[in-house]
């Protein structure tokens, strides 16, 4: 039979529990006013994923499905499919025509971010997900893109900063072809 520990203090058990309590009594309190006040995140974290835009309103994605691969909760669903002249919705052959991101089982690694080889998805700051609907936590494709800016224009429509795609990922509009595109973070 093991014997019973030795308290090192002195006073009653009771005695130290009110003194835990005492302590905190005079501490400073920080109460936060959250539906008021915004938290605010830091610069690098993960949240919302936003489907950017190229500066003439045509989609970055070009439906190749890499970031459902590289989804290790996989919840991300990808279907392709094909622009056409008079249906352009990126500079490509293709664009992803139906784009979904399960909430319910994201864990916001990035992994898919990585995995876009256009810069397509971003992750915002934006951390408010919580719903009572289930349905409503599957984000579509409208529901992930980024809002247009003033001066873009509502997809579907014909190639305004260049003859090919090429122009759009290797070329800024107006400068020489050896400068790289400088891209910006939502």
């Known amino acids: 039979m093991a014997k019973p520990t030795v308290r090192e203090s002195l006073l009653p058990a009771p005695v130290q529990g009110f003194g835990v309590t005492f302590a905190q009594i005079f501490r400073k309190v920080t109460t936060e006013q959250y539906p008021f006040e915004p938290k605010v995140t830091k610069p690098r974290y993960h949240g919302r994923h936003v489907l950017n835009r190229h500066p003439d309103g045509l989609e970055k994605c070009v439906g190749c499905e890499l970031c459902a691969w590289a989804c290790p909760a996989d919840a991300i669903y990808v279907e392709g499919g094909d622009n056409t002249e008079d249906a352009r919705f990126s500079p490509g052959e293709r664009y992803g025509a139906v784009y979904q991101i399960n909430y319910l089982r994201c864990i916001f690694c990035g992994l898919c971010i990585e995995a876009c080889p256009t810069r397509s998805l971003t992750m915002s ?32 429509h014909p190639m305004r900063l260049g003859e090919d795609e090429k122009d759009y990922y290797l070329r800024v509009p107006g400068s020489s072809a050896a400068e790289p595109v400088q891209e910006e973070t939502v």
């Open 125 to 156: 700051n934006d951390f408010e997900l919580a719903d009572d609907n289930r349905q409503d936590l599957i984000y579509t494709k409208e529901q992930l893109m980024a809002p247009l800016l003033p001066g873009m224009e509502q997809p579907p």
